[in-house]
């Protein structure tokens, strides 16, 4: 899952470099950056609770939501707590895209897969199933489809965010 999670990584640190003068998007890109920090940082130790793993994932899809549609929120209150005139900006800027929609989509299909797949690996811990199947057929090629799709709806929404402030702008009016 390397390549894949590198892919998403660098889709988001190009996001941010690309869309540096849009306070919205710079937001978007910062909370996503963050998220995947604290998520690398504690995949070392969380790989280590075998069968509770996939319940950690689902925790962080669901920290990746909350945070991404409440982001207008808390730039507002991270305006009042700091002064910030970033903050203020970002909360006032806000608008909600296509692609961002498609990425929520996607996070929450995998959170769907992750709590299914947490569940699977208990049954099969307590014997209940013979064969986890989710586990062994499906969760790496949808992980890797579902990571895929994450990047290339960032990608697209960078794109939106560019054709927005006329950088991409080629038609003749």
């Known amino acids: 899952m390397h390549i894949?999670?590198?892919?998403?990584?660098?889709?988001t640190l190009i996001g941010l470099v690309m869309t540096w003068q849009h306070y919205n998007a710079?937001?978007?890109?910062?909370?996503?950056?963050?998220?995947?920090?604290?998520?690398?940082?504690?995949?070392?130790?969380?790989?280590?609770?075998?069968?509770?793993?996939y319940l950690w994932l689902l925790f962080a899809n669901i920290l990746?939501?909350?945070?991404?549609?409440?982001?207008?929120?808390?730039a507002r209150k991270l305006h009042k707590a700091s002064g910030l005139n970033f903050f203020k900006l970002a909360g006032e800027n806000y608008s909600l895209t296509v692609p961002e929609c498609a990425y929520y989509v996607l996070a929450l299909v995998?959170?769907?897969?992750?709590?299914?797949?947490?569940?699977?690996?208990?049954?099969y811990y307590y014997e209940i199933l013979d064969y986890p199947f989710i586990y062994h057929h499906v969760?790496?090629?949808?992980?890797y489809a579902l990571h895929v799709l994450q990047s290339l709806s960032l990608i697209t929404y960078i794109f939106v965010i560019k054709r927005t402030q006329g950088t991409l702008q080629y038609e003749n009016n």
């Open 139 to 143: 969760w790496v090629p949808v992980m």
């Open 110 to 123: 995998s959170m769907i897969l992750c709590g299914t797949q947490w569940i699977e690996i208990q049954l």
């Open 64 to 74: 990746y939501l909350l945070l991404l549609l409440t982001r207008s929120v808390l």
């Open 4 to 11: 894949v999670e590198v892919l998403l990584s660098s889709v």
């Open 26 to 53: 710079r937001w978007l890109f910062l909370i996503l950056i963050s998220v995947q920090s604290i998520e690398a940082t504690v995949k070392p130790i969380a790989i280590q609770w075998t069968q509770h793993y």
